[in-house]
């Protein structure tokens, strides 16, 4: 878990907000002005640095992300609206793909754009 919130930390800018909330969840608060083709190109960085194996002892382990996203406001005006998207659109990602043992959860803040995340 650490290793990956390092990773996760390295990614964002300095006017978000990154915090583990429980277990293998994650909530990544981003500051309005991200655009949708922006957060795809963040999401993409973000599978791609989770992805990278970490080592353990001397074994290499690898993790999956499975990531959905909602922009303020076209997928909801407030908080619960668009934590509700993002889990759908993170459940989603995870039926496609079948797998994902590490979860995140990226929420938006009320004035800007965030994500939800099974890593």
Same mark, same amino acid.
């Given at each position: =878990?650490q ?6 930390r390295?990614? +964002? @800018?300095?006017?978000? %907000?990154?915090? @583990?909330?429980?277990?293998?969840e !994650?909530?990544?608060?981003?500051? %309005? ?5 922006a957060? &795809? ?5 973000? &599978?791609? &640095?989770?992805?990278?194996?970490? =080592?353990?002892? /001397?074994?290499?382990?690898?993790? /999956? +992300?499975?990531?959905g ?7 909801g %005006?407030? *908080?619960?609206?668009?934590? #509700?998207?993002?889990?759908?659109? =993170?459940y989603?990602?995870?039926? #496609?793909? $079948?797998?994902?043992? !590490?979860?995140? #959860?990226? =929420?938006?803040? %009320?004035?800007?754009?965030?994500? *939800?995340? $099974?890593?």
């Amino acid at each position: =878990m650490q290793v990956i919130a390092s990773r996760l930390r390295e990614l +964002v @800018r300095e006017c978000d %907000t990154l915090a @583990r909330i429980g277990g293998d969840e !994650f909530v990544l608060l981003m500051d %309005t002005g991200v655009t949708a083709d922006a957060l &795809e190109s963040i999401i993409g960085r973000i &599978e791609r &640095e989770v992805r990278e194996p970490i =080592m353990l002892d /001397k074994d290499a382990v690898s993790v /999956k +992300v499975s990531i959905g996203q909602a922009l303020f406001p076209e997928d909801g %005006t407030n *908080s619960v609206d668009l934590v #509700r998207v993002a889990d759908a659109r =993170m459940y989603e990602v995870k039926r #496609r793909r $079948k797998g994902g043992s !590490f979860q995140a #959860r990226f =929420m938006p803040a %009320t004035s800007g754009v965030g994500m *939800s995340a $099974k890593i």
